[in-house]
């Protein structure tokens, strides 16, 4: 069989964090049930040729009549909300990467092994192949040859080079920017290949291109991007093209005639039908009216219960981190910037009551049964520290911390400031939590928090909006930018390689302003030892010394509490038992496969 070069997850890190590229093989993804985000894995594999076999000896393949049925068809994907964009630098929800990936190719991949893979690079690059310089400064990508756009026109190196150019331009609009800033310049000496110079290293250089490459002939000018019409009906590179987007109702997606996997996708057609409710999204699947079903929201029993022989819900360990931002500054004072402090979490003694006030474990075992405890944001992957939470649920300790902080109760049982740090006398204990619509889990965590807090005196309510408003930009006046939000929750995400994430998230110098709109310090959180740890991680290709920066990191984080973590939610989704071909992927999409999606009559 044909092998593809592969990074294991030990060789990945050791490639990401610099220390030397190693590169192995391994065959092609099973084709076995999965469903979640990635990118596309590079190639398919020749088939091996066929082992001799008696001629009374029924061999396993299907026959010829029954493979044929599997080719072609359309499966609709429903989704609870549509996405902004198709451009995954202009809009970073999840719910855009969900849809995108089924249009979008990029250099690499990561797959459901965890190991990037080439997809539009012809291989990865490496110290060994000279694709990596000896000082980590420069790197080159070779294209595969012969790639197309989907109307047919040459898919270059130019192509590479204009994507920097659109994503690092300042007035772009482009938020997922990481990496970007610390290119230099970019060569392209021939067709099929871009010469790659930082200025600095750069952890996360193989997934610099992951999120899908821009058509210098086909976008628009780079200060222009935010209204391409490319960002709604994409020339693509991926296996399927829009062909039609009803706003509100679905959006329509054919077969790439240039895709640059020849034979694939094996399906004709895909449509994304936008269901925001939980009852009619199930109630499609019984009934077969939709093949896969993007974050069900339900226990698997149950689940696989209702939808007994249409579907089964498909479900692997995820990435998903559900947790609370506490905003650390004054809210809606036209400033987004770190002072003055919030009036009332400004003070840790009452962010430390919040934390013991809530019963982590009948979140775990009763409010959403099967998630898995979360205590910081390094819960899982190479980069994973074992951090104890450091403020257990204690409603006693809760009580005090907050007597002690100057918040006494109130008659109607809630505590009003009389000598707080930060609030006027009288100032009422109520803090608004938002996160985002059509997610019954989120909802149910939501309501259990705020009964919590009532026992000891905090008034919690409950504003939930779109993906849109919760995710926007800093133009948009998202809340999480503005600073304009008391606490937000949500859950997110680390990449294999966390770096820029991490310092986009946590370093003082990333609280998002008019000179810094991609930043995401959504806390204002500014500490120096975290900075410090911060900048530890991001200077050597040290993989222990990286790892106990990060833990360094995550024990600040559950000292101070910018943020408060509960649990990982599993990865998965509903699928049509007719659909064969997917895999659910971790670090992926749920389309980052979706060209070896089959489906059966």
């Not at 398919?44 to 029924?58: F, G, I, L, N, S």
């Not at 898919?155 to 690092?168: P, Y």
């Not at 976008?219 to 062909?243: C, D, H, I, K, Y």
């Not at 649920?393 to 707080?420: F, T």
């Amino acid at each position: 069989m044909k092998k593809r070069s592969t990074f294991t997850l030990v060789a990945l890190v050791a490639l990401l964090t610099l220390a030397i590229a190693l590169a192995g093989c391994a065959t092609a993804a099973p084709a076995a049930p999965a469903q979640q985000p990635a990118e596309q894995p590079a190639e398919q594999p020749a088939e091996e040729p066929a082992a001799e076999t008696p001629a009374e000896e029924p061999t396993e393949e299907a026959p010829a009549e029954e493979a044929a049925s599997m080719e072609g068809g359309t499966a609709v994907l429903i989704i609870p909300e549509e996405p902004a964009s198709f451009n995954q630098y202009l809009a970073v929800a999840a719910i855009v990467r969900q849809v995108s990936d089924a249009t979008t190719a990029g250099l690499t991949t990561v797959n459901a092994a965890g190991e990037f893979v080439p997809v539009l690079a012809d291989e990865l690059p490496t110290i060994e192949n000279g694709g990596v310089s000896e000082d980590f400064l420069t790197i080159t990508w070779k294209l595969k040859p012969d790639l197309k756009w989907s109307d047919g026109e040459p898919l270059t190196s130019d192509d590479i080079k204009f994507t920097w150019e659109a994503v690092s331009n300042p007035d772009s609009g482009a938020v997922l920017t990481t990496g970007f800033d610390l290119i230099e310049s970019i060569e392209t000496p021939d067709e099929l290949t871009a010469v790659v110079k930082y200025s600095d290293i750069n952890m996360a250089y193989l997934q610099q291109f992951a999120f899908g490459l821009l058509p210098r002939h086909a976008a628009g000018a780079p200060e222009e991007m935010s209204t391409w019409e490319w960002n709604r009906l994409p020339v693509s590179a991926g296996p399927f093209v829009v062909t039609d987007w009803v706003s509100g109702d679905s959006i329509t997606m054919e077969r790439n005639p240039n895709y640059y996997q020849e034979g694939l996708p094996h399906l004709d057609r895909v449509i994304f039908k936008v269901v925001p409710d939980p009852g009619a999204q199930m109630a499609m699947m019984i009934q077969g009216e939709a093949d896969v079903h993007l974050w069900p929201g339900a226990e698997k029993d149950i689940y696989d219960s209702q939808a007994e022989g249409v579907a089964t819900l498909q479900e692997i360990p995820g990435p998903w981190n559900m947790a609370m931002r506490f905003n650390l500054s004054q809210p809606f004072d036209n400033d987004t910037g770190p002072e003055p402090p919030h009036p009332i979490l400004g003070d840790l003694r009452v962010r430390q009551a919040i934390a013991h006030a809530i019963d982590y474990d009948t979140i775990i075992n009763d409010v959403n049964p099967g998630v898995s405890p979360a205590t910081s944001p390094f819960a899982y992957g190479w980069f994973a520290c074992d951090i104890p939470r450091k403020y257990e649920y204690d409603p006693e300790k809760a009580n005090a911390l907050l007597e002690e902080a100057g918040w006494v109760m109130g008659d109607d049982g809630i505590r009003v400031a009389q000598g707080a740090e930060y609030a006027e006398d009288g100032t009422r204990l109520s803090l608004q939590i938002e996160g985002y619509t059509n997610f019954q889990p989120l909802q149910k965590l939501e309501e259990f928090i705020v009964e919590n807090w009532k026992a000891v005196g905090i008034e919690g309510q409950i504003q939930n909006d779109d993906f849109s408003i919760i995710f926007g930009s800093l133009a948009d006046g998202a809340p999480r930018k503005t600073g304009n939000f008391d606490a937000v929750i949500y859950d997110s995400r680390f990449d294999l390689e966390p770096q820029a994430t991490v310092k986009a998230l946590f370093h003082s110098t990333e609280i998002p302003s008019e000179d810094n709109p991609a930043g995401a310090n959504y806390s204002r959180w500014v500490n120096a030892d975290a900075d410090a740890a911060i900048e530890m991680a991001g200077s050597t290709v040290d993989v222990d010394t990286r790892k106990a920066a990060y833990c360094d990191l995550g024990e600040l984080i559950a000292d101070e509490l910018p943020q408060l973590h509960f649990y990982l939610f599993t990865e998965g989704y509903g699928a049509s038992d007719k659909l064969s071909g997917y895999e659910v992927n971790m670090w992926g999409s749920l389309s980052w496969d979706i060209q070896n999606w089959m489906k059966s009559e």
